[in-house]
């Protein structure tokens, strides 16, 4: 019972921790800069008051690099907690 239903029962709680990732690397850029942390948050901050547009956009491009590789794994997960749902062959 538990390996059938614990199976299924991953698959949403894997969706919404792939989103809370997501709202996290998002998040991290106020989360520094209120606390004065230093980090990609506060570097992308500094970035902006100074008019440094090559960090800037070397900080957004990583954080979503970070959010596809995050939704990538997530999605390679989903093939291996339920079968079903890995891509099929069209061979004939």
Same mark, same amino acid.
């Given at each position: 019972? !538990? +390996?059938?239903?614990? @199976?299924?029962?991953? !698959?949403?709680? &894997?969706?919404m921790l792939g989103l /809370? $990732? +997501?709202?996290?690397? +998002?998040? $991290? %850029? /106020?989360?520094?800069? %209120?606390? +004065? %942390?230093p980090g990609l948050g506060s570097l992308a901050i500094d970035a902006v008051f100074? @008019?440094?547009?090559a960090v800037l956009q070397s900080v957004v491009l990583l954080i979503s690099a970070m959010f596809i &590789?995050?939704? &990538? /794994?997530?999605d390679l997960l989903y093939g291996v907690l339920d079968p079903r749902l890995r891509a099929r062959s069209t061979r004939g």
């Open positions: 019972m !538990i +390996g059938h239903a614990l @199976r299924n029962a991953l !698959i949403p709680g &894997l969706t /809370i $990732v +997501g709202y996290t690397l +998002g998040g $991290v %850029v /106020i989360v520094e800069y %209120v606390f +004065g %942390v100074k @008019r440094d547009y &590789l995050t939704t &990538l /794994i997530v």
